[in-house]
């Protein structure tokens, strides 16, 4: 499988951002799909995903800020961003987890930058 995100830029704190990743396949066939970031320096963390019944799940720092969605006519999910930080600032990952819970391709990120 193959996922592309896009979507990232540079955008002042309180601004948003809506994040695509567009997925070479079904994105019903994945147990999940989500949204994970890399800031400098960092380890990669995860920031929210939507399973395959439409569940949601978001870490502490991205609840009520970000919305993750999907588009299964698109084979698309969106990573809305909204009041966003100088924190959050980081390289944003979309990754695709298997019916039998095997992570797959991550794929190429998308910076975003938060400037105070």
């Known amino acids: 499988v193959q996922l592309q995100a896009y979507g990232g830029g540079l955008v002042q704190a309180g601004g948003f951002l809506r994040l695509s990743c567009e997925v070479s396949r079904d994105i019903n066939s994945f147990n999940s799909l989500g949204w994970h970031r890399q800031a400098p320096g960092k380890q990669r963390e995860l920031v929210a995903f939507i399973s395959s019944s439409g569940t949601t799940y978001y870490e502490d720092f991205a609840e009520g800020r970000f919305t993750v969605s999907a588009d299964s006519a698109k084979n698309t999910v969106y990573l809305q961003m909204n009041n966003l930080k100088p924190e959050d600032t980081a390289v944003y990952y979309c990754?695709?987890?298997?019916?039998?819970?095997?992570?797959?391709?991550w794929g190429q990120g998308t910076q975003v930058t938060v400037s105070s």
């Open positions: 990754l695709a987890v298997s019916l039998t819970g095997t992570p797959m391709n």
